[in-house]
């Protein structure tokens, strides 16, 4: 399909999820599971010693050549949290005896077969998943056990995938993970022994299992940045898909125009078989009705190395004036590396002079959406909102106008954005993920090295509607030529560090919590 049109849909697709409603008519569904295919990929030495050191992409192949089973990937992840997740606490919730139940089904080659058969799967805890606690890190949603699956987990475990989790999240997924008072609990993989450490919210807890070596890959959601700040946070690759490529029916709402719901893996390719197998149209989310197919996924993240790693297409990234403008030296690098890639072309690109207010003070109207379904609970008891509640009074007391006006300073941002600062480039690096969560255009995020006290430090790159897999190209090169992604975190050093990191959790104020909302 031609990026005018893409365009064009995504413009009414946009228009339509404003007004509360959709576009009708279905679109072709995403390739079926069974017939996705993983390449056979050299597998790492280290992921062939250690079964958590693979990445998904490399454990499916190990697992199709004999060398691996299921029940004994699913045992090493249970074993590293069983030793670790004291203090990570990326798990809200272990299935350990389910996950144990379903690996040795799937070594005997019964239940659901597909592409991610056998392979041990963190869900973040606001998504539904049948018969298992989804809290939501919430007080509202203590008790709460769905009857049904969302869609998204449905159509990984109709792949093969298990479920060996919940991840911990932020409260109602606003924030880092935090205790519903506001008392830190999972922490960034790689300064376990350093809760302040921001290890990105509010996905953060999928992010850190699949950091800490405890899952084979995560599935989080994003409203501000939810998905690709904990992927740059821990070194790993975060693919948040435009709106309504993945259906988000089943998963606790935050805001209705701004939800998505997408991946954090290890790499380019583990990020594309998870999206190829969630994304596509659902009957019970109309925004991902009339959408244009899915893209061979699996394809884009496939580095071309014909005579040396090359751009599966030539392709213009576009570089912001204010790119440089922190991280200088690691992001200077990352520019140079891009630049040497046969086929890629980087294109200085401007903002408009409207840019600061498009993007920072219209943000506000994100509050009214997520207050409007939980006006019940804010009326009944306002006190099980815990260190959230700010936001929540905010998003109340937004007024009609200034929603309105809000949803006008969209749509021209919207024309901003496609036809000014991306007129003249294919994809874009952003200095923070908040302008295309506004308007609901896809984004990657990806390691590209660390900070002098060793925290992994991510770029971000953003896409034209529809185009996934533009994103995945960019990525999957840049990962041929470097290695950043392979790298690990070590385990957290002794018994009484353990301990220590377990208990001593600072705690966000109303007032923090607030101002690093999502």
Known sequence: MSRALNRRVFLASSAAVASGLALQSAAPASAASNTIRVPDIDVRKAARQDPSEATLTEAVVLMRRGKLTSATLTEAYLDRIQQYDTTYQAYAEV?????????????????????????????????????????????????????????????????????????????????????????????????????????GGSSTGPACSVAGRMASSSIGTQTGGSIVLPSNQQNLTGLKPTMGRVSIHGIIPLSFTRDHAGPLARDAMDAA??????????????????????PDLVKAATPVVAKGVRMRRATKIGVPADFLSAQKQLRGTFLDTLDSIPGATLVEVAYPADWTLLTGTFNAARLAERTEPFRHWLRADPAKFGVSLLTWLQGLMLSGDEWITAQRAKNHLLREVLDGVMDRCDVILQTGPVPFDIL???????????????????????????????????????????????????????????????????????????????
């Open 95 to 199: 299935t350990g005896e389910a996950a144990l139940a379903a690996a040795r089904k799937a070594d005997r080659g019964q239940g659901a077969g597909g592409v991610l058969r056998g392979i041990p799967l963190c869900i973040k805890d606001n998504y539904f998943t049948k018969g298992v606690p989804t809290r939501c890190n919430s007080y509202i949603f203590e008790d709460f056990v769905p009857d049904e699956d969302a869609t998204a987990v449905a159509r990984l475990k109709a792949a093969g995938g298990i479920v060996l989790g919940k991840g911990q999240m932020g409260p109602l997924a606003t924030t880092r993970a935090t205790q519903p008072n506001g008392t830190v609990t999972t922490v960034n993989a790689w300064t376990p022994e350093d809760p302040s450490t921001d290890p």
């Open 440 to 518: 609901g255009l896809p984004e990657i995020g990806f390691p590209i090295g660390f900070d002098s006290g060793g925290v992994p430090v991510g770029a971000i790159l953003g896409g034209q509607p529809y185009e996934e897999d533009r994103l995945l190209e960019v990525a999957a090169a840049y990962q041929a030529v470097t290695d950043w992604h392979t790298r690990r975190p070590a385990d957290p050093v002794s018994a009484a560090t353990l301990m220590r990191a377990a208990t001593a959790r600072p705690q966000l104020s109303a007032e923090e919590a607030a101002a690093a909302s999502a």
């Open 273 to 294: 078989l998870m999206l190829q197998v969630m994304a596509g149209p659902d009957s019970q989310d109309p925004r991902t009705l009339g959408l244009p197919a899915v």
